[in-house]
Every structure is written in C-alpha cells, then in structure tokens.
Nanobody, 122 residues
Framework: QVQVVESGGDLVQAGESLRLSCVVS?????????MNWFRQAPGKQRELVAT???????DYRGSVRGRFTVARDNAKNRIELQMNNLRPEDTAVYYC???????????????WGPGTQVTVSS
C-alpha cells in the first residue's frame, strides 16, 4: 500500500518562509516519475503549484515562480517545497501527488497525500 505524507504546514506572517516535505513509502516501489505540489484554497479549485521529474526538471505556476523552489531526493522518495516571501494568497491546503510505478507494473498510478495547511497572515 503506497502512502504519501506531507508535513511542514504552519501559520506564518506575510514575507516569511516555510518548507514543506513529502515522503512516499510502502508497497514495492519501482520508480516515481513525476511528483507535484498542488494547493487548494477555500472555495477554489485545486491548482498545480510545482512539478519535478525524476531527472530533476522543474516547472512552476506563474504566481510562485521566483519565490518557491521544489527539490527532490530520489533515493528517499522525497520532495520538498521551499516557499519564500509568502503572501496571504498562498494560504491553502498543500497536497503532494506522485506518479508511482510498482514492481511488476508497466504504468504508474498517481497517489495523493492528505494535505498540510499553510496559512499566511497579512
């Protein structure tokens, strides 16, 4: 059974920084291709924040580019999201999403974590 667990959410003031972590564990994991960070604010749709491939290629949502940095440790099945200069509009539940291929499988399946709350006060 694959588990995705996020951590690091907190209440901070505008301009401060936070680092979120996500670890994928369980099952017989062969590889994890793409890992994403999504977020969902109250009353809004879930949106993609950052993506990192197994090879380390990254992409960011325009509103966070230059402030957020995603990094990955393939050996530990772990990614982090460093968030600097946080704004009140960054307030949301942040979710980790991973494309996991298990041993014996050809194609991966996306798994989600339960999310971690980030609140930025003005």
């Amino acid at each position: 059974q694959v588990q995705v667990v996020e951590s690091g959410g907190d209440l901070v003031q505008a301009g401060e920084s936070l680092r979120l972590s996500c670890v994928v564990s369980g099952g017989s994991i062969s590889r994890i291709e793409i890992m994403n960070w999504f977020r969902q604010a109250p009353g809004k749709q879930r949106e993609l924040v950052a993506t990192i491939t197994r090879r380390g290629s990254t992409d960011y949502r325009g509103s966070v580019r230059g402030r957020f940095t995603v990094a990955r440790d393939n050996a530990k099945n772990r990614i982090e999201l460093q968030m600097n200069n946080l704004r009140p509009e960054d307030t949301a539940v942040y979710y980790c999403n991973a494309d996991v291929t298990l041993r014996g499988e050809t194609y991966g399946t996306y798994y989600w974590g339960p999310g971690t709350q980030v609140t930025v006060s003005s």
